[in-house]
C-alpha cells in the first residue's frame, strides 16, 4: 500500500473513532445518540466520496499527463527517424548519381581505347 492510501485510511479510521467517541461520551438520550451517529456517519460518507472522487480525479490527471508524455515523446522520435531516413535515401540517390556518372565515363574512356586500339 502506498503512504497516500496508508495516510488516507489512517484518516478516516480516526475520524470514524473520534466521531463515534464524541457522540458516545455526550450526554444525550439513546435516540438522540443513535440520530448523531447516524448524521455523523452520513456527513463521513458523504467526505469519504469526496475524496475518493478526488483521488480519483488526481490518478486520472496524472495517467493523461504520463499518456501525453508518452505520445510526445513517441511522436519525437517518429519525426527523428524520418529525418534520418530521408537523409539515408538522399545520400543513397547521390551514390547512385555518382556510380551512373562514374559508369558512363569508364564507358567513354573504354570506347576511346578501342577507337584508338582500331586505329593503331
Known sequence: MSNETNFFAGLII?????????ILAA?????????????????LKSEIGSKFDD??????????????????????VKGDIK??????????????????AKYHALETDAKKMEADVKKA
Open 14 to 22: 480516526g475520524a470514524v473513532a473520534g466521531a463515534v467517541a464524541g
Open 27 to 43: 450526554p444525550a438520550s439513546g435516540e438522540e445518540t443513535r440520530s448523531k451517529i447516524v448524521g455523523k456517519a452520513t456527513d
Open 55 to 76: 483521488i480519483s480525479t488526481r490518478i486520472k490527471d496524472l495517467e493523461e499527463e504520463a499518456l501525453g508524455s508518452v505520445k510526445n515523446k513517441f511522436y519525437d
Open 83 to 100: 529525418k534520418e531516413y530521408n537523409h539515408i535515401v538522399s545520400k543513397v540517390k547521390d551514390l547512385e548519381n555518382d556510380i551512373k
